[in-house]
């Protein structure tokens, strides 16, 4: 008999670590695949992946998934791709402004520490907003969309992304707050409208 997504993800929702692995072994294979076509290295689609697959277990009560299980994993591991990708050219951002003020591009400690930091903090931020408000932000953000092809591809009004990237925003910033010049001078433009 086979068992359809909406009870495997009830089992691991009640902490049922076979359902869990059995939803691993199925879908990491074809999540590695999905995440080697953004990041070109498969070592490090592995780990998108294998982070997606512990935040999944981590946040599992908090989880409401509408569509499919398959879906969300996907949509998971994409957007999980996209963060990193955004992460990269923010680092090598950052590094090109080194090179230009003509400073030592070594990584310091501390630099590397407030880079993970933020991008920690910005991660947190995006997974407060609320789900459609997140999935708008991160089309946009993440996969450089504009509105009306985030309108087109979710099937709502421009009016709707414009209302919904306006309140992701305003929540972004406040979250933020304390990081807004940093963010402002390593990625220019990524909470403005």
């Known amino acids: 008999m086979q068992i359809t997504d909406k009870e495997v993800f009830f089992q691991i929702q009640s902490g049922q670590i076979p359902a869990f692995e059995m939803l691993f072994k199925t879908h990491y294979p074809s999540l590695c695949r999905f995440a080697g076509t953004y990041l070109k290295d498969p070592d490090w689609a592995e780990e998108v992946v294998q982070a997606a697959f512990i935040g999944i277990w981590e946040k599992k009560a908090e989880i409401h998934i509408d569509s499919s299980l398959k879906a969300y994993l996907y949509r998971t591991v994409r957007n999980s791709c996209l963060n990193e990708l955004k992460h990269e050219r923010v680092k090598l951002a950052y590094q090109a402004k080194q090179v230009a003020l003509d400073e030592p591009i070594s990584s310091p400690a501390d630099h590397l520490t407030l880079e993970g930091e933020l991008e920690s903090k910005?991660?947190?931020?995006?997974?407060?907003?609320?789900?459609q408000c997140r999935l708008i932000f991160t089309m946009s953000r993440f996969?450089?969309?504009?509105?009306?092809?985030?309108?087109?591809?979710?099937?709502?009004?421009?009016k709707t992304v414009e209302n919904q990237m306006g309140k992701a925003l305003k929540l972004m910033r406040g979250y933020l707050k304390e990081y807004l010049?940093?963010?402002a001078l390593l990625m220019k433009g990524f909470l403005e409208p």
């Open 122 to 131: 910005i991660h947190q931020a995006i997974g407060k907003l609320p789900e």
């Open 143 to 158: 996969e450089e969309l504009k509105y009306q092809e985030i309108a087109d591809q979710l099937g709502i009004s421009i």
């Open 181 to 183: 010049p940093l963010i």
